[in-house]
Every structure is written in structure tokens, then in C-alpha cells.
């Protein structure tokens, strides 16, 4: 009888491509054996070139990131997303995503104006042992974007 232990590792790949993160985490959780196997794939994809933005949450995954024992070799393209949240607020669709943003505005705010975002930055790539490229990121509300690698 077929399972996923006795599929070529191609098709394993070739199956997990199409899943949804949350899918594609069950599966990986499935089984030792299926987390071995796609392992490599699976760090290359995700871990490999990362866009980080200046928020508390985008920042502490950073981290997270970096102070993992494997996923911290991985990491060799960063990219920092520079957009900030403007001074006013957009329409929006309901009082939930106007509470979100007016939220995020706040924290933004105060995660740049104490200089966290820079000493969470240093924090991060400090422990990127392979990390070759990094390239920062800024879009103008009018969609135009400028890119800069280092």
C-alpha cells in the first residue's frame, strides 16, 4: 500500500508546492520522517530571502529567525521593507480594519521613535553567519517603489 513515506521525494515536493501554509505545516508535522525529507526544500524556499517591514511583529521574527539553529544558516538575502504608516487614515471597510491600522500606526510609531526597530535590527543580523545580500525596500503611497541592494 502507497503512502506519502513511499513517494519519491520529487512528488512529495511537486504535492507540497500546491498547499497552503497551513497545510503545508500539517503535513510537515505529520511525521518525522516527512519533515526530514522535505526539509531542505522546505528551509529553501521559505528561509532563504525574507522581507522584513518596520513593525514590532515583522521585526521579532526577524529575530526569531536568526537565533534559529538552522533557518539562521539559510537566511542569505534580507530585504527591509522601509514603509511607515502616514498621518492619515484611509476608507475603510469596516471599524476592525481601522482599528488595526490606527493600532499598528500607534506601534509603529513607537517602536521608531525609541530606536527598537534599529537595536531589534542589530539583534537580528548579528546571527546570520550566511547572509549575503541585503536590500531595502520603499513604496510611496503612489505605488511607485525604489530598491536598493547592498
Known sequence: MASLLTLPLEL???????????DLSALRL?????EKS??????KEFFTKK???LTEKSLQAFIDISKH???SKKLTHVIIGTDVYGDSIAAFKDEEAAACWVQGY??????ISTAVDYEMLVEAFRSLPNLQTVGLRDCK?????THAQY
Open 106 to 111: 500607534r506601534d509603529q510609531k513607537a517602536l
Open 38 to 43: 522535505l526539509y531542505e526544500w522546505f528551509a
Open 12 to 22: 512529495l515536493i511537486a504535492v507540497s508546492v500546491y498547499l497552503p501554509t497551513p
Open 69 to 71: 539553529v538552522s533557518f
Open 141 to 145: 503611497t503612489s505605488g511607485s517603489c
Open 51 to 53: 522581507q522584513f517591514m
Open 30 to 34: 505529520t511525521c518525522k520522517q516527512v
